[in-house]
């Protein structure tokens, strides 16, 4: 097969399970607390790969292993809790807009902390698809009530800009199921104590117990954390980082399907950014 069709596909299956994300993180806060979802996002995220990790964590060097769990510190843990904890406040419109810097944080991270060269036109299709995303949101107007939580959504995507680059430059020669495994295992460990004290399982005992926002919660754990995790390796070691991080830019598709089902109104002007959005990832990956 075709590798930029293997690129692609990756690239929308990503797409479609983070992009739903949002809805999922809301559904879970519904019933219990912000820090609660997160955590338990990432005890599910590494229990559903928990079987890889036995395999893996015996062939992996130890020197790598702490470098294996600060990815997973940088790309998983902090991220979830600062996402839900900004999503209390701020509505989906302007998390989507900060969310989209991660590309930008991605390439200012291998230039700065890498040096690592890029190309003008990596730049330019990067802005391109920035102005997209704006676009997109712009025409559906910005709640900025509580705009200073943006600066949680505003980290978590240095988060990721660093998380990306690390991963392309210490820990290419591994497979993607042995990074997230060891990575989503040492962050379930150490999110499992928020659980623990923040009385979590006493709320199941009673006849109003949330199982849907747990559900939800444990859905985001092992799709978006786990099986997208491995998804998104494989996509940095195939199709470097820059690449990768586009795939922020297209989470605000996924947005307007959701929409679409709720209901809501979809004129061409969100038509038109899809169309930007998609021209700045081309423009970002033309050889």
């Given at each position: 097969?075709?590798?930029?069709?293997?690129?692609?596909?990756?690239?929308?299956?990503?797409?479609?399970?983070?992009?739903?994300?949002?809805?999922?993180m809301?559904?879970?806060?519904?019933?219990?607390?912000?820090?609660?979802?997160?955590?338990?996002r990432?005890?599910?995220?590494?229990l559903?790969?928990?079987?890889?990790?036995?395999?893996?964590?015996?062939?992996?060097?130890?020197?790598?292993?702490?470098?294996?769990?600060?990815?997973g510190?940088?790309?998983?843990?902090?991220?979830?809790y600062?996402?839900?904890?900004?999503?209390?406040?701020?509505?989906?419109a302007?998390?989507?807009?900060?969310?989209?810097?991660?590309?930008?944080?991605?390439?200012?991270?291998?230039?700065?902390?890498?040096k690592?060269?890029?190309?003008?036109k990596?730049?330019?299709?990067?802005?391109?698809?920035?102005?997209?995303?704006?676009?997109?949101?712009?025409?559906?107007?910005?709640?900025t009530?509580?705009?200073?939580?943006?600066?949680?959504?505003?980290?978590?995507?240095?988060?990721?800009?660093?998380?990306?680059?690390?991963?392309?430059?210490?820990?290419?020669?591994f497979?993607?199921?042995?990074?997230?495994?060891?990575a989503?295992?040492?962050?379930?460990?150490?999110?499992?104590?928020?659980l623990?004290?923040?009385?979590?399982?006493?709320?199941?005992?009673?006849?109003?117990?949330?199982?849907?926002?747990?559900?939800?919660?444990?859905?985001?754990g092992v799709?978006?954390?786990?099986?997208?995790?491995?998804?998104?390796?494989?996509l940095?070691?195939?199709?470097?980082?820059?690449?990768?991080?586009?795939?922020?830019y297209?989470?605000?598709?996924?947005?307007?399907?959701w929409?679409?089902?709720a209901?809501?109104?979809?004129?061409?002007?969100q038509?038109?950014?899809?169309?930007v959005?998609?021209?700045?990832?081309?423009?970002?990956?033309?050889?």
């Amino acid at each position: 097969m075709d590798k930029r069709l293997v690129h692609w596909s990756i690239f929308l299956l990503l797409s479609l399970t983070w992009g739903s994300s949002f809805i999922l993180m809301k559904i879970g806060m519904e019933g219990l607390q912000s820090y609660q979802v997160a955590s338990v996002r990432m005890l599910a995220g590494g229990l559903s790969l928990l079987p890889f990790f036995f395999k893996y964590i015996r062939q992996t060097p130890r020197s790598k292993i702490p470098v294996i769990i600060l990815s997973g510190i940088l790309g998983n843990g902090i991220p979830a809790y600062l996402f839900c904890l900004a999503e209390t406040r701020i509505d989906s419109a302007l998390a989507g807009i900060l969310n989209a810097l991660t590309p930008l944080m991605a390439l200012l991270a291998g230039l700065v902390i890498f040096k690592s060269p890029f190309e003008k036109k990596q730049l330019i299709g990067v802005s391109i698809g920035l102005l997209g995303v704006v676009g997109l949101f712009a025409a559906n107007g910005v709640n900025t009530g509580y705009w200073y939580y943006g600066f949680f959504i505003l980290l978590a995507t240095i988060c990721y800009g660093v998380n990306i680059s690390l991963v392309h430059h210490y820990l290419k020669g591994f497979s993607s199921v042995q990074l997230s495994s060891i990575a989503l295992f040492f962050c379930a460990v150490f999110t499992f104590p928020v659980l623990l004290f923040s009385n979590f399982f006493p709320l199941f005992t009673g006849p109003h117990a949330p199982w849907i926002p747990l559900s939800a919660a444990t859905t985001l754990g092992v799709l978006g954390s786990g099986i997208a995790t491995v998804l998104f390796y494989i996509l940095i070691q195939k199709a470097g980082s820059v690449f990768a991080s586009m795939v922020t830019y297209a989470l605000p598709v996924v947005a307007i399907g959701w929409g679409l089902l709720a209901g809501e109104q979809i004129g061409w002007v969100q038509v038109l950014c899809l169309g930007v959005i998609l021209g700045g990832v081309y423009l970002v990956n033309k050889k």
